[in-house]
């Protein structure tokens, strides 16, 4: 019988040196965060995010289960990143919206 702990750690691997050490699809360079936002947040379904970034299915359902595992930190993780984003936004305002009168 297969561990469910062994079928997540083959897909989800965590490096320093990729992505900031945030746990990611093996192989790729697409975050948990980024499928749990595409899950929860855009709504989209696994076999969406699965057929639009190239992942399989048991990649996908890896991830999620890795996030509901894990929710909490990935969440912070995700509010810190929303709350740098709104800074740079504020210190750097788009030329492109004021270019156009917004």
């Known amino acids: 019988m297969i561990d469910e702990k062994d079928v997540i750690n083959q897909h989800i691997v965590s490096t320093p040196d990729i992505l900031g050490g945030k746990p990611r ?20 379904s696994a076999d969406e995010i699965a057929s639009e970034y190239g992942l399989t299915l048991g990649e996908v359902h890896a991830a999620l289960a890795y996030y509901y595992d894990h929710r909490d930190a990935i969440n912070a993780a995700i509010r810190s990143e929303e709350a740098f984003i709104a800074d740079m936004q504020q210190f750097y305002p788009s030329k492109l919206k004021a270019k156009l009168g917004g």
């Not at 192989?27 to 936002?37: F, K, L, M």
Request: hydrophobic residues 55%; proline residues 0%.
């Open 25 to 44: 699809i093996a192989g790729q360079r697409i975050a948990v965060q980024h499928i749990a936002v595409w899950y929860d947040r855009l709504g989209m």
